[in-house]
């Protein structure tokens, strides 16, 4: 007698008493616990104190049939997933299908050998604690996802709340290193690849001069690839391809550039190259959409020298004022306020970035102005307080002026001043001495 390693307790449920004593010897033979039950009324409510973990059900009993029983047991929520083998005399395919539509995962036709029936049980117990195993993992998985998420949006927030932008920027440069690896590549093998293509179409092109009358299974292949688009598309998609492993190659090389780490002390650094690198992470801000036309960049650089500073923190500076004048743009323009500080209608949203030298040369000033709708003079005072924001919940923190402040005066021992009127746009004047 073989003995069924997987463990569980079988319902058998049959109106004659010879077959339950004879299926419940073998069951239990074999190590499975079993419980009875002469019909369905009787299977229905003994499920009520006990869940079993497989069903042997007979199909024809007085009272309700096992056709009837199975339907309620996939009803119930708590026996629906149970297995459920159903055991008749009645061998035609009509009852073997309606069984199965009704849920049950195996069908025994009586008189059925003892292997056979313990082989059947076995492996649907099998499946059932498999599936109760992955469910289990599931679980625990979806649990432990669940807490790693609270937990990295507790760490976000903290991050934003204690201004770690620091790591945030070796995040951004390592990605920027890891994008650069592939796209070198690619970049290097397009050219090879344009050569490539080239000889083949040239290829293509002597066989046609010396073929030109091809048998008709090639002449119904260049039909279907229309082979004299695809030469003149051809070397479009690699230019295209080239163009656009380039504009990657720009945006890695500007991440790098806005994430750079600071050193203790103030590093030489061009400005301008970190304003150009927060314009082209914004780009997509930038661009045109449906509910608004494109932002225009005015730049007007004065020649400077590097300054010392420290780089990546600056980037931030520029990337929290340049984001709020986009918002600020994008707001006016929906609510159809935007105007110019002449009072006409403006269709043309804009920013100007201008650098400078002060009168005296000791300090480096940048300018950041948009012409959307300005500040009230009650947001312009609280503008750089902690916490403050005028935008909806969960779109501003109210950190990035606060923090962007801290980062001129405290960090470099500059100024930040922001000169608006309502309906006259608004203009951020950056001062960063210069270190003689």
Not at 139 to 164: F, G, I
Not at 176 to 195: M, Q, R
Not at 276 to 292: G, N, V, Y
Not at 369 to 376: L, S, T, Y
């Amino acid at each position: 007698m073989p003995i069924i390693s997987e463990k569980g307790l079988i319902l058998v449920v049959d109106d004659t008493p010879t077959n339950i004593a004879f299926i419940s010897q073998i069951l239990t033979n074999a190590g499975l616990e079993v419980i009875t039950a002469t019909n369905g009324e009787k299977a229905l409510n003994q499920i009520q104190y006990k869940l079993p973990d497989l069903i042997l059900l007979d199909l024809v009993m007085p009272g309700i049939d096992g056709f009837e029983t199975c339907k309620l047991l996939k009803q119930n929520i708590l026996t629906c997933d149970i297995p459920i083998i159903f055991m008749t005399a009645i061998s035609d395919t009509e009852s073997k299908v309606n069984g199965l539509s009704l849920g049950a995962v195996d069908y025994i036709t009586k008189p059925f050998q003892e292997e056979e029936l313990l082989a059947r049980i076995k492996t649907h117990l099998q499946l059932r604690n498999l599936t109760k195993n992955l469910e289990k993992i599931v679980a625990e998985r979806t649990a432990e996802l669940s807490q790693a998420l609270q937990e990295l949006q507790s760490s976000q927030l903290q991050l934003v709340h204690r201004e770690k932008m620091s790591a945030l920027g070796q995040l951004i440069a390592g990605v920027a290193h890891e994008i650069n690896n592939p796209v070198g590549f690619i970049y290097g093998n397009l050219n090879h690849a344009s050569v490539y293509c080239q000889n083949m179409l040239n290829l293509i092109k002597l066989y046609e001069q010396h073929y030109p009358q091809p048998v008709p299974e090639i002449q119904k292949e260049i039909v279907a690839i229309d082979l004299d688009y695809v030469r003149l598309d051809l070397p479009n998609l690699i230019s295209s391809m080239k163009d656009g492993v380039q504009r990657i190659r720009d945006i890695s090389t500007s991440l790098r550039n806005f994430s750079r780490s600071d050193t203790e002390q103030k590093i030489p650094c061009n400005i301008h190259e970190g304003i150009e690198s927060t314009i082209l992470i914004l780009k997509h801000r930038l661009k045109a959409s449906d509910h608004m036309p494109e932002i225009e960049v005015m730049r007007n650089y004065a020649n400077l020298n590097q300054i010392e500073c420290y780089p990546g923190q600056l980037n931030q500076v520029f990337m929290n004022i340049l984001a709020n004048a986009i918002d600020a743009l994008e707001e006016s323009f929906i609510n159809n306020k935007f105007v110019h500080k002449l009072g006409e209608v403006n269709t043309n949203p804009k920013i100007w970035i201008s650098t400078e030298l002060n009168l005296d040369q000791t300090s480096v000033l940048i300018r950041i102005k948009d012409n959307g709708m300005g500040m009230i003079p009650e947001v312009r005072k609280k503008v750089f307080e902690n916490l403050f924001t005028t935008k909806p919940v969960g779109k501003g923190t109210g950190l990035g002026l606060s923090i962007a402040r801290q980062i001129i005066v405290e960090k470099h021992g500059g100024n930040l001043e922001v000169h608006s009127v309502l309906g006259q746009g608004c203009e951020f004047v950056i001062t960063i001495p210069i270190c003689k």
